[in-house]
């Protein structure tokens, strides 16, 4: 499985990006999706994570209300929505696949190669 992570940017503070990534190879709707993110200098953290079937998602506390992830599984892809962005939100996000429903980085088997998020303030 490849995963292709895009949509990054500048954006001033109280601003809005969508990020995507899009699978290819052997993909699979059952994947649970995740996003993460690496800020400089800090470990890499849970964002976001949604199941294929419930949409059932989670969200670290420090997003929750911002940020929307999502999943159209027809063009095998899931959004990360980002409103209300804060320069705190400045980091390289990650989309990952995992088979288990976790939001713990040893758990997800592929990952892309990241986009950069960065927010002015």
């Known amino acids: 499985v490849q995963l292709q992570a895009s949509g990054g940017g500048l954006v001033q503070a109280g601003g809005s990006l969508r990020l995507s990534c899009v699978a290819s190879g052997r993909t699979s709707s059952h994947y649970y999706m995740g996003w993460f993110r690496q800020a400089p200098g800090k470990a890499r953290e849970f964002v976001a994570g949604i199941s294929w079937h419930p949409e059932w998602t989670r969200y670290a506390d420090s997003v929750k209300g911002r940020f929307t992830i999502s999943r159209d599984s027809a063009k095998n892809t899931t959004y990360l929505q980002m409103n209300g962005l804060k320069p705190e939100d400045t980091a390289i996000y990650y989309c990952?696949?995992?088979?288990?429903?976790?939001?713990?980085?040893?758990?997800?088997?592929?990952w892309g190669q990241g986009t950069q998020v960065t927010v002015s303030s």
């Open positions: 990952a696949a995992a088979w288990a429903t976790t939001q713990f980085e040893y758990e997800y088997d592929y």
